[in-house]
């Protein structure tokens, strides 16, 4: 069992950055591969990022790719997403989501997930 905690959001001007964290309770956070998923007002939750379990690997949706960065501590038990250059169409609640199957795009390739924290970009 897993048990993720999101921080971090916030109101912020476009343009600006946010980092949000994910904190995960148990001793095996370094097995799972982390994801991180947004949902926009009146829209379904989409793939943002996702972060394998040693941290050599990442994925971006094309949307955030080159804007956002996930990374992850694993002596920490924290998963990051480093958001930049920030836009109003990012505006949503932004869930964490830990897998032990192996990073995935897919909303049911993660087993455990946070309660979410808002980021609002204002224009």
């Known amino acids: 069992q897993v048990q993720l905690v999101e921080s971090g959001g916030g109101l912020v001007q476009a343009g600006g950055s946010l980092r949000l964290s994910c904190a995960a309770s148990g001793r095996t956070f370094s097995r799972y591969a982390m994801g991180w998923f947004r949902q926009a007002p009146g829209k379904e939750r989409e793939f943002a990022a996702a972060?394998?379990?040693?941290?050599?690997?990442?994925y971006y949706a094309d949307s955030v790719k080159g804007r956002f960065t996930i990374s992850r501590d694993n002596a920490k038990n924290t998963v990051y997403l480093q958001m930049n250059n920030l836009k109003p169409e990012d505006t949503a609640v932004y869930y964490c989501a830990a897998t032990p199957r192996g990073t995935s795009y897919k909303e049911n390739g993660y087993d455990y997930w946070g309660q979410g924290t808002q980021v609002t970009v204002s224009s």
């Open positions: 972060i394998s379990w040693s941290g050599d690997t990442t």
